[in-house]
């Protein structure tokens, strides 16, 4: 790269605005030394890569902590709350539920499970109403979002698709 700045001579270089590079150190020291004013700019896929190379990395060392354990780090470095307080959804009261299923529609119970994609990281997600006698799926839905509208939504199916009316 040094012989490029210097067939470009001293006057060519400071005209030189930006330098595209892939971020390997042999191309950064280059234009540091002999285009001071340029603006160096790394390719966006070459980081990426970088990044998820040091992902993998991690990832591959099988380093696993428990949740409580994130919990107890957060709270020391001051960035978590404790879960102590304020109680939400009903102060923790599990809705009715009969002793005994006689029929259907008297208990569903729901899941929401990650689905794999051929890119790392990235899932789908399976949102499932299943009636717990008939063990029926009463409604599913994929989506790319883990959100509470979703599960909203695939509850209005069940309802729907089960022919529910107001009286019910």
């Not at 890569?49 to 992902?55: G, P």
Request: hydrophobic fraction near 40%; glycine fraction near 10%; include cysteine.
């Amino acid at each position: 790269m040094d012989s490029f700045y210097k067939a470009l001579g001293e006057e060519g270089c400071k005209k030189i605005e930006a330098v595209a590079s892939d971020g390997a150190r042999g191309y950064l020291s280059s234009p540091k030394e002999n285009a001071r004013q340029a603006l160096i700019v790394l390719d966006h896929f070459h980081i990426k890569k970088y990044l998820n190379d040091a992902v993998d990395t991690v990832r591959k060392q099988e380093f696993f902590l428990s949740a409580s354990s994130v919990r107890a780090i957060l709270h020391e470095q001051g960035l978590g709350n404790g879960r102590t307080g304020r109680r939400r959804g009903g102060a923790g009261v599990k809705p009715h539920r009969p002793d005994e299923l006689t029929g259907a529609n008297q208990c569903w119970c729901w899941d929401i499970s990650y689905l794999k994609t051929d890119i790392l990281r990235v899932f789908w997600y399976l949102y499932v109403v299943i009636d717990e006698w008939s063990r029926k799926v009463i409604a599913w839905r994929v989506s790319r979002i883990l959100a509470h509208r979703e599960a909203l939504g695939l509850l209005d199916d069940g309802i729907i698709g089960e022919r529910w009316g107001a009286g019910r």
